[in-house]
């Protein structure tokens, strides 16, 4: 069973960063696909950014390219959110996912193993 633990939210002020780390233990980590997701009060699940397996390919929300970036580690087995620019509208509970089947993919239900979510709060 794969496990997988978020950490490196909080509370900052528009304009600022932060970094989300994600990571995981119970399979072979450097042959999943890892993707975040966040859920904000009263909206669906949306996709963040998604990263293979080997880090060579990465996919994000149209809306977020250029301020966030998503990176890993296999050594660490941990999966990163570099967040800047954060804007109020950021605001949502972040939850990191894995996938042993694809080499990379933006559909939730594609995930097999998620998180229990870090909160974001972007403060105006």
């Known amino acids: 069973q794969v496990q997988l633990v978020e950490s490196g939210g909080g509370l900052v002020q528009a304009g600022g960063s932060l970094r989300l780390s994600c990571v995981a233990s119970g399979g072979t980590f450097s042959t999943f696909a890892m993707g975040w997701f966040r859920q904000a009060p009263g909206k669906e699940r949306e996709i963040v950014a998604a990263?293979?397996?080997?880090?060579?390919?990465?996919r994000y929300a149209e809306s977020l390219k250029g301020r966030f970036t998503i990176s890993r580690d296999n050594a660490k087995n941990t999966v990163y959110l570099q967040m800047n620019s954060l804007k109020p509208e950021d605001t949502a509970v972040y939850y990191c996912?894995?996938?042993?089947?694809?080499?990379?993919?933006?559909?939730?239900?594609?995930?097999?193993?998620w998180g229990q979510g870090t909160q974001v709060t972007v403060s105006s």
């Open positions: 990263i293979s397996w080997d880090g060579s390919r990465t």
């Open positions: 996912a894995a996938d042993r089947i694809s080499i990379i993919t933006t559909t939730a239900r594609d995930y097999e193993f």
